[in-house]
């Protein structure tokens, strides 16, 4: 009992070579540096967005780009996703993880809602994650291995200015993963959150805002493998940052939301 305490909550991935991952949101930013990444480990990849332009030039700029195959398809679209699971299939066989990374983010305040916005992102950064789970899960649950791995955010921890529609989306993805990992790691599946602070990538070039602990996708890349190294159920980066956000959602909220107003000065 005691030891189980300290047990790693998956299993620790350690060695790459050979591990056929699918990364799905992999043509721009943390999914297309991990790709790079665990290419450069030995693994085999299947990488996966809307832009074939941008997934071919990443797969054909790699040594090892042989060792990938790019599957293009829209998350949204249900009929989209069983094909592209049938296909990564057919290419890499059984699969050791998916990681699930295609997101949208359009700052937001509550008096100026854009409601197709609202919809599109719900749709894309929540909705297709149950799309992905009813096509995916199945499969993995007969291969008895792999694991799924969702890219969620810190700001999913607490209510942050601007953040009404993101981070509402990022939060629902947390509870979402917590379930699956009660429903499936004890099926022996791998279940990780993966929990990022600020990279630097397409997506947050429209903050106008210092954004503290800043990384490159590359080093989001590395902490995302050691934390798979570890057997981490939540991957959080960068640790200082990720973990002052952490402690402080966990205040009560008469000291948590001063805290946060006078730290992002809203
Ligand atoms: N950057 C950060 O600071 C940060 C912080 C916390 C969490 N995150 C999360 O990390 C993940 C990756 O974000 P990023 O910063 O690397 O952003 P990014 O560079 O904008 O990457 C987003 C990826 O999602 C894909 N995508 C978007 N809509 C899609 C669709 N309908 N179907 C298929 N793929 C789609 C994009 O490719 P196409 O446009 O080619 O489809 C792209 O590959 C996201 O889940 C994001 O919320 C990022």
Redesign the pocket.
């Known amino acids: 009992m005691f030891k189980s305490l300290f047990k790693p909550l998956n299993p620790p991935i350690k060695d790459w070579a050979g591990k056929r991952v699918w990364i ?9 540096a991990l790709a790079i990444a665990l290419l450069d480990l030995g693994a085999k990849v299947a990488v ?4 074939a332009d ?1 997934l071919n030039e990443l797969v054909d700029s790699h040594p090892d780009g042989k060792n990938a195959i790019v599957i293009p ?4 679209d249900s009929d989209a996703w069983s094909q592209a699971v049938d296909e990564v299939v057919a290419h890499l066989g059984e699969l050791d993880l998916v990681v699930l ?5 359009d700052p937001q305040h509550a008096w100026n809602l854009n409601m197709d916005e609202v919809r599109a992102s719900y749709e ?2 929540v909705i297709s994650m149950y799309e992905a789970v009813k096509h995916l899960v199945p499969r993995l649950l007969t291969q008895r291995h792999g694991g799924l791995a969702i ?5 999913g921890y607490t209510g942050l200015p601007r953040a009404v529609v993101y981070g509402a989306t ?1 939060s629902a993805l947390q509870n979402f993963t917590e379930t699956l990992y009660f429903e499936l790691e004890p099926k022996g599946l791998g279940v990780y959150l993966i929990s ?4 630097k ?4 070039a429209k903050n106008d805002f210092e954004m503290p602990g800043l990384m490159t ?1 590359a080093q989001a890349a590395q902490a995302i493998i050691s934390g798979m190294a570890r057997g981490q159920f939540e991957i959080r980066f960068p640790r200082g940052f990720a973990n002052g956000l952490r402690w402080v959602s966990r205040l009560p909220y008469r000291w948590r939301f001063p805290l946060l107003h006078r730290a992002t000065k809203q």
């Open positions: 799905v949101g992999a043509s721009s930013g943390i999914g297309a996966s967005a809307r832009r941008r398809f829209d998350v949204t990374g295609a997101a949208r983010y894309l950064n890219i969620g955010s810190i700001s990022k990022p602070g600020f990279v990538t397409p997506m947050t996708p």
